[in-house]
C-alpha cells in the first residue's frame, strides 16, 4: 500500500479479532516507522511501551473513559515523551511519531485507535501503572490489532479549509478557470 492510499483509507478502528494476536515482527515495523519520524531539531523526545498482557490492557482500559475497547485488542503501545528532549515541542513530536505508527500498521492489515492522554485525568494513572517516571509524559496509547470492522468516515471538503496567503481568502483574486493560473503559481 503505498503512503497517500494508507493516508486516505486508515480509519480508527474501535472492534479488533480477539481471537488474533498481533505478530511481534509487525508491532517493531510500525515502532520503526514512528522512530523515523520528524522532530524539532532532530530532539527525537519519543519511546514507546508495547503493552500486550491482557490484565494490563483491561486496567488501561478501565483507566481511560473512552477506551474501553483497549481490553479487546491484541496490543496497547503507549506513546511516551521526554519533555528535556525538546522543551517546547515535545508533544508535536510524539504526535507525528504516533501518526506514522497508525499509517504502517494500517499497510501491515492492522486496525488502530489512538486515544489521547497528555494532560487529561488519565496521564497519572496510566504513568503509575505502566512505571513511567515522573519526568516523562504520556502522550496518547494506541489499541493496536486486526479489525473486526471497516470503519467509514468522511472529510470537510479541501476548499472549506484552506486560505490563500491570509485567513478568510478563500480563493485568488482572479478565477483560475479564468487565467489558467495554478492556485499556488511559480511551482
Sequence with gaps: MDVLEAIKTRRSVRRF????????????VSLNAARW???ANNSQPWEFIVVKREW???????????????SESPA????????KRSPNYYHGDAAVATQ?????????????CW????????????????????CRRIV?????????????????????????????RKRPRCSMHQTGNRLFPGR
Design 76 to 83: 496497547v503501545i503507549c506513546v511516551v515523551a521526554d519533555p
Design 17 to 28: 479479532d480477539r481471537g488474533r494476536a498481533v505478530e511481534d515482527e509487525k508491532i517493531e
Design 115 to 134: 486515544m489521547g492522554v497528555l494532560d487529561t485525568e488519565f496521564e497519572a494513572p496510566v504513568k503509575k501503572l505502566l512505571k513511567v517516571p515522573e
Design 140 to 168: 496518547c496509547l494506541v489499541a493496536m490489532g486486526y479489525p473486526k470492522e471497516a470503519p467509514k468516515s468522511t472529510r470537510r471538503t479541501l476548499s472549506s479549509i484552506t486560505h490563500i496567503e491570509v485567513y478568510g
Design 56 to 70: 494490563t490492557r483491561k486496567k488501561l482500559a478501565s483507566l481511560h473513559t473512552w477506551g474501553r475497547f483497549m
Design 37 to 39: 519520524a520528524p522532530s
Design 100 to 112: 506514522n505508527l497508525l499509517l504502517s500498521a494500517w499497510a501491515q492489515g492492522l486496525g488502530t
